[in-house]
């Protein structure tokens, strides 16, 4: 009996402990449907419902995509148990993140394009510096704020060749013997593909243009050293003698198209032979022709009201060079046409950042300028998605199969009605997590001043308004200039004053030294100067061309006006409109800098105000 | 006529004898502490480790608790099955108290029912401590009918593994059996999940895994809670019987071949 008690006093603790046990406060019902939410959770872990899907070759009606740590998943591949967040898409249009495959890249370049749905670029020649600071960060599967980015890093171009001219000291190539080696150092830099500037009328004996080119022979030794060690070779080309010869010379695609003349039976018959892409760059080349496009985009756009100054600067002015051959960009446009009607695969890409395109918002543009040349709606979205994955190395971006990232931009209307309507934005998404969109960025309030007097310099350095004067130089950029500050007691009229003295190095092409009034103690927050109309300062110096620099904390690259600096002291008033692509609501700093024309120099400052 | 066959038990004996049998048995296991510890002890601490500790440095708390809870609770409930049959019926054999036991008026069920009962006892303690462990600091919450359904599943769930064991202790020496047994136990739970999620695997081990028991008692744990991979109950409950089956069958040749001749 003793026994048979003990096993029901044991079991009764049993159960007694079991009905102590935690239980769920609501009861889970296995399998059932969790309420759909209609915003995108934090964790790339989802399935996203209610939506047409554009994989990046076609269509799905009315179908779902299921999101599982960053990547698309076969929606029956997680025990049906395990049920992912469901998010309402109400009825949205997904398409793969764009990508853009002509970009050059530095600064916010990677923000911008994401902020405006393009996930991925393709940069054809950028600092390999920039380059290799962000190569990493395409492998992560962790939420971004950038896009990802793949580099031809160092373009292949010959000595005072297109590329040289923008200060980077870059390596050049002369001869066909170098090609294997030329090619395997920028493989060993990290550059995924090989891209090669190309100008055939640059031997000839009338040439007039600013460039010189590498010859055929070496044209073609570098692609096929580029085939040898087995990187894709992209040529540009800017007309239709020198596309002939990247086709004869076995280039993989090539990174223009043309204006000027219409693309001979004899380019296409080689282009459809040897399966050569183009990307058109009809963006760049509509801004060569001043088409006015960028203007457009500032006025009437679903962008217009959310474009950061930076950007809007940037396609406010196009190239709009002199001297084009007639019908230039009818032409460029009737070359896609061709091309396209001859089965020769078009690729989307801007040229962007150079003048009158950016990034982005002008690959939404370069789409609707695909579609008026030809391509279908699905067609310029292909150009923009399942190409470059089908052409570049870019792992699996550009598609919404499964295994692809997740990177994908949900739109309100159906881009295949009208292409503009990738403009649409609703969400845009990066390694399965929603980042902030053009029309989502944080506003910064920044602090304001109702008083104008920055500083006098009665008594020393410190300003009444903004935080504090600095030296500034192009040392932040591996430059050797210098410069230092100090206050002196008996300036411009004769009181206090803050006096800069320096010298200009040449190891910055785009040097600068100076001083700088910075308005909080980083440069990554700003301050709201837009109740102002202009900035008045007094100065003497060194007699030449000085600089007044306007930083705002997005943009790197500072904006900035030029004014004459004499030996007598005189008043300077500059009106603050007149410094474009500057967002006044936002400042971090402003400087008065030196350039290259001073290389030795000192000013005095004083009575610096706004009004 | 054969009056050398002892009149058959009554059942009232027979419960007694059990009784005696059960007792006697948990005592002489409660003064091992060298099995009891370790036994006790080392389920609880991977729990500790891997299921609490590096749950709360991911995210999903509670989930990843939850699992391990089931997957530790098997690990913890098959270990004393293995080793109360494999080492300690291995022992018996070769000191002959098992060819003592069996020429005893004693019923042979009566020795592995006393067997099963320890082992199933010592589940318990584990699964109770793995509960209130994962309840209080891994924030587990689960219905009670799913807390009864854990605790029962890995209760009968042993009994595969005493089958298992049975047939080791009867097939080697008793120096061999712990050895054999932790060569059996130990791989066992890893490749089966028990340690380390199941689909945290390479595809083709996940695969492997469908041939051990532990797997298929840890499937089952887990599809308590929701968190199986996926393929029905009843296949998992088919193995598990098949096992039982093929290592009593088993066993059954090994114990005609036992030397009584001690």
Known sequence: MRFSLIIIVCLALISAFISLLPTPEVTPQQGSVTSATTQLPESGSYRLTNVTVFD??????????????????????LSQEETLLVVDGKGGYVIPGLIDTHTHSWNNALQQSLQYGVTTTLDMFTDSRFFLSKKQQRNTLSPQQEADLFSAGVLVTSKGGHGTEYGIPIPTIATPQEAPEFVAARLAEGSDYIKIVYDASASHADHKGRFTSIDYETLQAVVTAAHEQRVLAVVHVMDLTSAEDAAKAGADGLVHTFGGKIASDELIKLMQEQHIFVIPTLSILASIAGEGRGQA??????????????????????????????????????????????????????????????????????????????????????????????????????????????????????????????????????????????????????????????????????????????????????????????????????????????????????????????????????????????????????????????????????????????????????ALKDITGVDWQNVSGIGWVAGATTPEFEFELDNIYFE | MNISQPAPLSLARRWTILQLETKTELVKTFRTPAFVIPALLFPVMFYVFFGLLFNAIGGHPGNAAKYMMATYAVFGGIGPALFSFGADVASDKDKGILSLKLVSPMPVSSYFAARIFTAMLFALIIIMSLFTLGAVFGEVTMTHQQWFLTLVTVLSGTLPFCAMGLFIGLSVSAKAAPAIVNIVYLPMAFLSGLWVPIHLFPASLEMLANVFPAYHLAQLTLAIQGNDSGAPWYLHVAALVAYTLIFLGLSVKQFKRVDNRH
């Open chain 1, 56 to 77: 990046g070759e076609s269509w799905h009606e009315n179908t779902e995509l299921s999101i599982h740590e960053g990547r698309i998943i076969s929606p029956g591949s």
């Open chain 1, 297 to 574: 985009l500032i006025e009437n756009s679903p962008f217009s009201e959310f474009m950061a100054p930076g950007a809007k600067h940037a396609i406010a002015t196009d190239v709009a060079a002199k001297r084009l051959p007639e019908n230039y960009f009818a032409n460029a446009q009737e070359n896609t046409r061709l091309m396209h009607k001859a089965g020769i695969r078009i690729l989307a890409g801007t040229d962007a950042p150079n003048q009158g395109t950016t990034h982005g918002i002008s690959l939404h543009d370069e789409l609707v300028m695909l579609v008026d040349s030809g391509l279908t709606p699905t067609e310029a979205l292909q150009a923009a998605t399942y190409l470059p994955y089908a052409i570049f190395p870019i792992g699996e971006r550009g598609h919404l199969k499964v295994g692809a990232r997740a990177d994908y931009l949900v739109l309100n209307s159906d881009p295949r009605e009208d292409i503009r309507h990738t403009q649409q934005i609703r969400w845009v998404v990066k390694n399965g997590s929603k980042v902030p969109a053009f029309f989502e960025l944080r506003k910064t309030s920044a602090a304001t001043s109702e008083s104008g007097l920055v500083s006098q310099f009665d008594s020393g350095l410190t300003p009444q308004l903004g935080n504090q004067f600095v030296v500034s130089t192009d040392q932040m950029m591996r430059g050797n200039s210098t410069a230092t500050i100090e206050h002196i007691a008996k300036g411009c009229h004769n009181n206090g004053a803050l006096r800069v003295q320096g010298t200009i190095g040449k190891q910055f092409p785009y040097p600068w030294s100076g001083t700088f009034l910075m308005f909080s103690d980083s440069i990554d927050t700003g301050y709201n100067l837009s109740n102002f109309k202009r900035i008045v300062f007094d100065i003497q110096g060194t007699q030449g061309q000085f600089r007044l620099m306007v930083l705002n904390p997005q943009t790197m690259q500072p904006s900035e006006v030029s004014f004459a600096v004499d030996k007598q002291c005189k008043q300077v008033s500059i």
